[in-house]
Nanobody
């Protein structure tokens, strides 16, 4: 089992940047596949981006060109750099992890996996 804790949320003006961090502990095998999700008030949770052990990523359209995911396995940390933030990016952002699909490697392991471990979330508020 893996535990996740997010850091770095806050308030920023439109056009600004924030960097979210997610520290994971416990079974690192359970964090082979990782991702960031968000949930805005009154809306369903949506995926922002996911990353596989080989570094392959898949971004939601709204995140392409503005957000960047990275991971530092030596520090057991996942990051989300968010630039050119807009008021519609206001949401609680969640870090997620999963072992991925058994028997698969690389992107195939993570492409369709349902994330089963979640952090507590961190609030991001963007004002106009």
């Amino acid at each position: 089992q893996v535990q996740l804790v997010e850091f770095g949320g806050g308030s920023v003006q439109a056009g600004g940047s924030l960097r979210l961090s997610c520290k994971y502990s416990g079974s690192t095998a359970s964090a082979a596949c990782m991702g960031w999700f968000r949930q805005a008030p009154g809306k369903e949770r949506e995926e922002v981006v996911r990353i596989a052990p080989d570094g392959t990523t898949d971004y939601a359209d709204f995140a392409k060109g503005r957000f960047s995911i990275s991971r530092d396995n030596a520090k057991n940390s996942l990051y989300l750099q968010m630039n050119k933030l807009a008021p519609e990016d206001t949401a609680v952002y969640y870090c997620a992890a999963d072992r991925g699909v058994a028997g698969r490697v690389g992107w195939a392991r993570c492409a369709k996996t349902d994330f089963r471990t979640w952090g507590q979330g961190t609030q991001v508020t963007v004002s106009s």
